[in-house]
């Protein structure tokens, strides 16, 4: 009846092995996106079939796995790829930030510092920063191979140009260790500076654009700017509507079609913890049930 | 000839050897300086040590041609080992190799040998599996670049001449080769990313 189907984590052992051997490369070269032979999974792209992959070929009986979608733990997309894991590999789950190993994501990097044992699996979309800029793989590959990345200092300079401020807000790119400019994956900027001298390590998954690329802990992450636009974090002026916490960042809710509006941290682990730690917002029921997971 | 009955085995059990052996791997390349030990280590023809065998059977496949030093070579049955249980095939134009496994460092050919990548491909390297005498009893060098907060120790048994070379493999940045170097059954890798001095030099 219950007789195993599938390879521990789905992936057979042959795709791990060549997706750990591109794992290992693209950790030697940080920034530097690895083509990799990437599978069809059991989802369609665009939900995360490449950090899918990365975690299926990382993950360990021993490994505690999160995973989070815009910083929550419970959409669809999160809970459906923490199931996944939980059958095919068996591992143990927990939404907490602190207490997991692994942590695979979308969009958003947890409001609580990673540690050294942790390892945070980004899912990507587009892994080419240039790739909207110019759509030609063989030029954005001679320019990374020549480190020419004016266009990108163009980019942001037009925005300058038509808005008076980089108006860049997500994907924000950054270049890792002095020499690759990488895509960050669709992160609001106000993610970006917790890439630099991270603790943990950072690998990212594109399943149909079949990249994979790495963040070593402790590298440099700098996010592109100018001397006269330095980079800025961009946050809601609002204190989260449940937690009162006033450093993270915040989802805006429309509560009804009056205009009415909340904001709440997106980050739904950091806001649990400092429900449950006694901070309030104005939302907050006094009695109202802690947590939802 | 060896008979294939007489090989050691490779993995009892496939998935979670391999799997803890990569993490192992990948710590140790994610952090270079650190010893990261092989908890799934296996006995392994001569003159192969106990973490090279698992990483040989964690990593290398069909996909990977191999290149053995002549300290390896010497022993038929490690070439056999490796394609019965990997399918590797095993090469001798070191330029073409992913892995190469080099048992005696002191005699191994020049790093530039070997496959470093070109600079829009700088993935297509070699990656060099070093045997050495000990990770901890050879002269101080000091390591810095991504995956080491400051700057780390590392006394690694490994010539003045190679030291010398992995600091021209540096310079080639994003083309060069990486090292793992193993003792028994202990792990330390070097990526070409590390900027690798002797200490206090």
Same mark, same amino acid.
């Given at each position: 009846?219950? &007789? ?79 199931? *996944? ?26 409001? &609580? ?53 980089? &108006? ?21 900027? *106000? ?22 690329? &790495? ?79 | =000839? ?18 803890? $052996?990569? @993490?192992?791997? =990948? +710590? ?20 192969? =040590? ?14 990977? /041609? ?9 022993? @038929? ?30 005699? =191994?050919?020049?790093? +530039? ?37 400051? $700057? $780390?120790?590392?006394?690694? $048994? ?32 070097? /990526? ?10």
């Amino acid at each position: 009846m219950n &007789a195993p189907t599938y390879n521990f984590a789905y992936l057979d052992e042959g795709t791990k092995r060549m997706i750990r051997r591109a794992i290992l490369k693209a950790i030697a070269i940080p920034g530097y996106q690895v083509p990799f032979a990437s599978r069809e999974m059991p989802m369609p792209y665009g939900w995360g079939t490449g950090g899918v992959q990365v975690t299926a070929a990382i993950l360990g009986p021993q490994d505690v796995l999160k995973v989070i979608d815009q910083g929550s733990d419970d959409t669809t997309n999160a809970i459906s790829i923490r199931k *996944f894991f939980a059958k095919t590999a068996g591992v143990a789950t927990t939404t907490r930030t602190e207490e997991a190993s692994v942590i695979q994501t979308r969009h958003r990097i947890p409001e &609580a510092p990673l540690h050294a044992g942790q390892v945070l699996v980004y899912q990507v979309p587009i892994p080419e920063p240039l790739r909207y800029l110019e759509p030609r793989e063989t030029e954005t590959r001679r320019m990374h191979a020549l480190g020419e990345y004016g266009l990108m200092h163009v980019k942001l300079y037009e925005d300058i140009a038509k808005f008076g401020h980089i &108006a860049t807000a997500y994907a924000y790119p950054v270049k890792v260790a002095g020499r690759y400019v990488m895509d960050p994956s669709p992160t609001p900027k *106000f993610d970006n500076p917790k890439m630099n001298d991270c603790e943990a390590l950072q690998l990212f998954g594109a399943g149909r654009e079949k990249r994979i690329y &790495a963040i070593p802990p402790y590298t440099q992450v700098v996010s592109l700017d100018f001397e006269d636009h330095p980079f800025t974090r961009y946050r809601q002026d609002a204190p989260c509507a449940l937690c009162g916490a006033e450093d993270s960042y915040l989802d805006e809710i429309v509560t009804d079609d009056q205009g009415s509006r909340m904001f709440v941290c997106s980050d739904t682990d950091y806001c649990e913890t400092r429900q449950r730690d006694g901070h309030l917002g104005s939302e907050s029921a006094p009695n109202k049930e802690h947590g939802h997971g | =000839m060896t008979t294939v009955a007489e090989l050691p085995a490779g993995f009892a059990d496939k998935v979670t050897a391999a799997q803890s $052996t990569f @993490r192992a791997v =990948m +710590d140790a390349m994610a952090r270079p300086g650190r010893i990261c030990k092989v908890a799934a280590a296996l006995p392994a023809p001569a003159p192969l =040590m106990p973490a090279v065998a698992a990483i040989a059977l964690t990593l290398f496949d069909h996909d990977t /041609p191999i290149w053995l030093d002549a300290a390896v070579v010497r022993h @038929r049955e490690v070439g056999q080992w490796l394609k019965f249980h990997c399918s590797a095939p095993v090469v001798e134009e070191a330029s073409v190799a992913s892995f190469a496994l080099v048992a005696d460092p002191a005699r =191994m050919p020049a790093l +530039d040998c070997f496959a470093l990548g070109s600079n829009d491909y700088p993935d297509r390297s070699t990656t060099l599996i070093l045997q050495v005498a000990s990770l901890t009893d050879g002269a101080p060098l000091e390591l810095s670049g991504p995956g080491i907060r400051g $700057t $780390t120790a590392l006394a690694a $048994t490994v010539s003045a001449d190679l030291i010398a070379q992995l600091a021209l493999n540096r310079e080639l940045f994003p083309r060069g080769v990486d090292l793992v170097l193993v003792a028994g059954d202990e792990v330390v890798a070097l /990526p070409r990313s590390t900027r690798i001095t002797a200490k206090g030099g």
